[in-house]
Structures are given as C-alpha cells and as structure tokens.
C-alpha cells in the first residue's frame, strides 16, 4: 500500500533527521493490534522500529523487543528507539527470528510482525530492501511454529499479509495449534475488494471476532473508521 510520511504525535521518528517513509501496512498493524495487558512484547522484523514505537506509546508499562535479521536496520531501529519517550521500555536486538531465544525464557503477551510476502522471484536492486520483502527469509510455516513455541497460553501473533496468503497462514496456524481469533479484510477504496488481511492467532481458542476496513472513501478521503484507528500516530492525516 502507499507510503507516507509518518511522524507521531508525540514524538518525531529520528526527530533528529528527516521523517521516515513508512508504508500504510506497518502503520494499521501497530494500530490495530491487541496490546491493551500485554507486559511483554516482541516485533519481529521491527525495520526503523515502527510498529514497537507505537505499541509503547499504546501501551505504557509494556517492555518490546524489536527483532530484526539486518544489522542497519537494527541500528536504526535504537536509534529511533533511543530518541523516544519510551527509551527505557525499547530494546533492538540483531537476530533471525527462527533461532530467537528470549534472554530470561520468559513467554511474550504478543507477537506482532509485518512479515514480508513476496513468494516468487521478485527482487529488487536494493539487496536490504528485498531481504526484508521477500517471503523466503521468514516462510509463514516456521514463523508460525518459532511463535507458537514463544507465546504466552493466552498470548496473541498479530499479523498483516496479502489476502492471496489466507490459505498459508489458516495451514501453518493448524500445524501450530495456533487459533485464528480477529481477523479483519482491508480495502484501500470504498467498493474495492479486500487487498491485505490483519490476523492475531493465539494458542487459547476463542470465538473468531470478523469484520472489514475501508481505508478511503471513492473521492481519496479516509473513511472515519480508518482515521480514528490511526488519528493518534500522524500529525497530519
């Protein structure tokens, strides 16, 4: 979807620079995202640490890890976690999800990922850019699984991923035992069919809550649904 440029409300992202592009994928996720009672909370892929900035701006006494495989992307994501409010709460750490171990053992309240999702040869002249786009560097069965092993028994995986990824991700929850619990589609225009699915997964079965998202209305204005979700994160919408 689209990118924009993004600045919090209550603090600019690497106010020390220009503002970040980011795309409109990472920003529905950390805002729609469960994480109300959460202590602990891990982002896998975190980037600039987009989505674990706004979840401890959401949440203010939760502790978020953000875990990324490329080493300048965990650089900027302390930077960016080291010039915000919630410093103390924020930690980048360097590693592949799938051989990720917490330090103390301790179980997370949520796992939230803007996994990438470009399964065929699609690749692009930035080799950083792809790594972080491209499926094969984390396929949805073993991020499921590594998941599953990490959460805690009423935890929540909170997702977002191209409807064509319905399929993968209802086979790699099952083979998880992992239960779909929210799920939103999301349309970018009125009248549009659903382009992105938002999930949270938990291994604690539960009544599936449904329901859809329009991002703009057919003239590009956004729709009151999708501004009051993000209204809290953007100085301007």
Not at 90 to 118: E, K, Q
């Amino acid at each position: 979807m689209k990118e924009k440029v993004f600045r919090f409300k209550r603090f600019s992202v690497a106010n020390d620079r220009a503002p970040m592009k980011v795309g409109t994928d990472g920003v529905l996720l950390g805002a729609w995202c469960t994480c109300r009672g959460a202590r602990r909370v891990l982002d896998v892929g975190t980037g600039t640490g987009l989505i674990a900035l706004m979840v401890a701006q959401r949440n203010v006494t939760a502790l978020i890890t953000g875990l990324d495989i490329d080493t300048e992307a965990t650089a900027e994501a302390a930077a960016n976690f080291a010039s915000s409010p919630w410093a103390s709460r924020l930690t980048a750490r360097h590693g592949d999800f799938l051989d990720f171990t917490p330090g103390n053992g301790d179980p997370y309240d949520l796992i939230v990922s803007n996994p990438p999702f470009f399964t065929q040869d699609v690749r692009s002249p930035d080799s950083r850019r792809d790594l972080a786009r491209n499926a094969s560097s984390l396929p949805f069965g073993p991020m499921l699984g590594r998941a599953a092993t990490l959460l805690a028994p009423t935890g929540r995986l909170a997702l977002i991923t191209p409807v064509a990824a319905r399929d993968a991700i209802q086979e790699a929850a099952a083979l998880s035992s992992l239960h779909v619990v929210r799920l939103t589609r999301v349309s970018s225009v009125e009248g549009r069919s659903a382009k992105r699915l938002l999930w949270e997964l938990s291994p604690q079965r539960a009544e599936m809550e449904r329901a859809d998202l329009i991002l703009h209305n057919a003239d590009g204005s956004p729709t009151p649904p999708y501004a009051s979700l993000v209204a809290p994160f953007y100085l301007h919408l």
